[in-house]
């Protein structure tokens, strides 16, 4: 059934599609172990829309230099892709590396979208 939440969600996706909403506003039940739950709960205020950053500068701006493994690992398992923007976070030296959600050419089009891959 259809909620207000979801119709919320649905408004900003389309909006965000649309090149409009540069940072989602929807509740989130982020949980897990406290390092994962936490770089997932600031990864949108590090690495905000247009930019990216790599798994070791997010693990440098977060405070914990040399845990780029498991900023990784938090990236990989981010259940709320899009939302979180994990597809900002690239390998050292910009090369894209993986995405949980499609694979590297679903990263290459919201970097896309979001202006910060120019090709």
């Known amino acids: 059934p259809e ?40 990864l949108p205020k590090l690495v905000p829309y247009g930019e990216t950053a790599s798994y070791g500068e997010v693990a440098d701006m977060f405070g914990s230099p040399g845990a780029s493994r498991a900023v990784g690992s938090a ?3 981010n259940p709320f892709v899009i939302v979180v923007p994990c597809h900002r976070v690239t390998k050292a030296g910009g090369v894209l590396g ?13 970097l896309k979208l979001e202006g910060s891959l120019k090709e």
Request: hydrophobic residues 45%; charged residues 25%.
């Open 98 to 110: 993986c995405y949980s959600a499609g694979g590297e050419g679903n990263k290459r089009l919201l």
């Open 75 to 77: 990236m990989k398992k």
């Open 3 to 42: 909620t207000p939440l979801l119709k919320e969600a649905a408004r900003q996706f389309e909006a965000y599609f649309a090149g409009v909403l540069k940072e989602f506003d929807l509740p989130l039940a982020i949980s897990g172990p406290p390092f994962f739950a936490a770089i997932l709960k600031e």
